[in-house]
Antibody, heavy 127, light 108 residues
Framework: EVQLLESGGGLVQPGGSLRLSCAAS????????MSWVRQAPGKGLEWVSS????????YYADSVKGRFTLSRDNSKNTLYLQMNSLRAEDTAVYYC????????????????????WGQGTTVTVSS | DIQMTQSPSSLSASVGDRVTITCRAS??????LAWYQQKPGKVPKLLIS???TLQSGVPSRFSGSGSGTDFTLTISSLQPEDVATYYC??????????FGGGTKVEIK
């Protein structure tokens, strides 16, 4: 069974740091791009960051660029999100998601929608 | 950056009604569009990729259409279990996987 399990959330003061982890199982982790999506209380979904299967391509939303760092350890089947300089507006449930891929005619799209989601980990930034 | 605008933001319909949700991109994104369903208190679920390709296991009453800037998600016959918030998401560029603001669907 394909599973994603996030951890590392918690309560942190403004300006503080947290590292989120996402442990993957049930699929060949290194073959798939991965993403983080967050959802503030009562709000919609917001894409945060994505990384290619090899880790060579990393992308960030403008709202977190320069403060968050995404990485992956394919030997441990784990995705990480290092969050620094946290702000109140970063308060949200953070979901880890596996990107679907679609290959046709010798080319592949590695960001073909997010087909597996973790249960989420809650980050609260407050003094 | 390309913006994704959904309408309406909420709707209320009767069981059996045909429901249509619209998603508009501020620039063309070909068919690089996904739709998600998020039931209350649950994790989002991918319904449709490539604007119209239904994911395995998704009921056939759901369908998607569109290309370029205008897309629709249709529920042909609304069921009680379809109460959820629906989101569109563009994926034409890995550097900007923007979601729409969501459409909350309720039963009248």
């Amino acid at each position: 069974e394909v599973q994603l399990l996030e951890s590392g959330g918690g309560l942190v003061q403004p300006g503080g740091s947290l590292r989120l982890s996402c442990a993957a199982s049930g699929f060949t982790f290194s073959s798939y791009a991965m993403s983080w999506v967050r959802q503030a209380p009562g709000k919609g979904l917001e894409w945060v960051s994505s990384i290619s299967g090899s880790g060579g391509g990393i992308y960030y939303a403008d709202s977190v660029k320069g403060r968050f760092t995404l990485s992956r350890d394919n030997s441990k089947n784990t995705l990480y999100l290092q969050m620094n300089s946290l702000r109140a507006e970063d308060t949200a449930v953070y979901y880890c998601a596996k990107q679907a891929r679609y290959c046709s005619g010798g080319s592949c799209n590695y960001f073909y929608g997010m087909d597996v989601w973790g249960q989420g980990t809650t980050v609260t930034v407050s003094s | 950056d390309i913006q994704m605008t959904q309408s309406p933001s909420s709707l209320s319909a009767s069981v059996g009604d045909r429901v249509t949700i619209t998603c508009r991109a501020s620039q063309g994104i070909a068919n690089y569009l996904a739709w998600y369903q998020q039931k209350p208190g649950k994790v989002p679920k991918l319904l449709i990729s490539a604007a119209s390709t239904l994911q395995s296991g998704v009921p056939s009453r759901f369908s998607g259409s569109g290309s370029g800037t205008d897309f629709t998600l249709t529920i042909s016959s609304l069921q009680p279990e379809d109460v959820a918030t629906y989101y569109c998401q563009k994926y034409d560029s890995a550097s900007s996987l923007t979601f729409g603001g969501g459409t909350k669907v309720e039963i009248k």
